[in-house]
């Protein structure tokens, strides 16, 4: 059975699907896609991976630029992700296309007095077996949706590369609450920059888990729940591949486990952060193009992904780069060329990766 989407229902004027992207639409139909997204739209990890690459790429061919062809609006979009970023390791192919094929099956349905308009998510997916990638294909009706979701969720403060590497479930929907809450918290004072709470039931809502049937409890829910997605955010902010992480407070105002009141506290890495200078990425572009030069990333493929890692991490902590670069000139001047990758991994493990 095909699943539908409600996702605008709009009493007071039609909007024409062509013009959805720059429309101004209340604050109240913001709320309704808002419930939905959050409580009662189920995505699996596949789902969810695949839709993030989409709408990256709809809000990079068009929002970004701050301009609207809507000629494009009258052709479906084609685009390509690597299969390595949709499926986990242990996934077979087969699995990876039946999660694919629930995507395709669900469906947004936008509607108005005048008419009623439907679309799915994604049109069609295509993988030729000797290929890497699959090929999605998107309706200009789904596009201009992606266009307003990518503007409620203000997309662009998401670390895609943490979206993309978190492998648990419960740790994606976290991580979208975090994100949505990263910079609410006003005093400068404090360590966190942004916090939400929810009782156990409301919590229960928003991971879309079935209060009744899971008999998840306060205990179970820690263990079961968040612990795994904050291990897994704060192992990533450590390694520079995350932007936030967060710290679980318990208020139990009741003995009754749904009523205890989970308080979330968002640490960000915008608090305090030191931008990128043109200086700072010079320093820091010659720092990859050594380390690309003296581990060989082009002949060793678990080379280059440490290099990748490391430069992620400078990146997001720009005050180490001259530091680095600095000990990195004083080990050439003092060290035989042929120990350069050795000594250079010792030194950024040791004194500058967490």
């Known amino acids: 059975m095909t699943e539908v989407l409600k996702v605008l229902d709009i009493e007071d004027k039609p909007i024409d699907i062509k ?119 998107v309706t200009y009706f789904a596009m201009a949706f992606y266009l307003k979701l990518s503007a409620y969720f203000n997309f662009t403060a998401y670390n895609i590369t943490a979206a993309l590497s978190l492998r648990q479930k419960y740790s994606k929907l976290i991580y979208e609450l975090c994100a949505q809450h990263e910079s609410n918290d006003p005093n400068p004072n404090n360590q966190y920059s942004g916090h939400f709470s929810a009782t156990v039931k409301e919590f229960h809502e928003m991971m879309s888990i079935d209060i009744f049937t899971s008999n998840l409890g306060h205990a179970g829910i820690r263990r079961q729940v968040i612990d795994p997605a904050q291990n897994e955010l704060k192992e990533l902010y450590d390694a520079g591949q995350c932007n936030l992480y967060f710290e679980l407070d318990v208020d139990k105002k009741d003995r009754r486990a749904d009523d205890y009141l989970l308080h979330f506290y968002v640490y960000s890495n915008k608090k305090n952060k030191i931008f990128l200078t043109q200086e700072l990425k010079n320093q820091l572009y010659l720092i990859e193009a050594l380390f690309e030069k003296w581990f060989e990333v082009n002949k060793r493929p678990r080379c280059r992904e440490w290099v990748s890692n490391s430069i992620a991490y400078l990146k997001m902590h720009p005050h180490l780069i001259p530091k680095l670069n600095a000990r990195l000139e004083r080990m050439k001047a003092e060290t035989p060329r042929k120990h350069y990758a050795a000594l250079a991994r010792h030194i950024l493990e040791e004194d500058f990766l967490p």
């Open 19 to 137: 013009e959805m992207a720059t429309a101004d639409i209340d604050d109240i139909t913001f709320s309704q896609v808002k419930s939905v997204i959050e409580k009662r739209y189920d995505f699996s990890i596949v789902e969810k991976r695949a839709l993030y690459f989409i709408i990256c790429e709809v809000k990079r061919m068009f929002a970004e630029r701050n301009e609207y062809d809507y000629n494009v609006f009258s052709q479906s979009m084609r685009l390509n992700i690597n299969i390595d970023y949709l499926k986990n390791e242990e996934m077979s192919i087969k699995e990876l296309y039946e999660e694919l094929s629930k995507l395709r099956r669900k469906t947004i349905c936008i509607h108005d007095k005048k008419r009623v308009a439907c679309s799915g998510f994604i049109s069609y997916y295509e993988h030729v077996h000797s290929e890497s990638y699959i090929e999605f294909g």
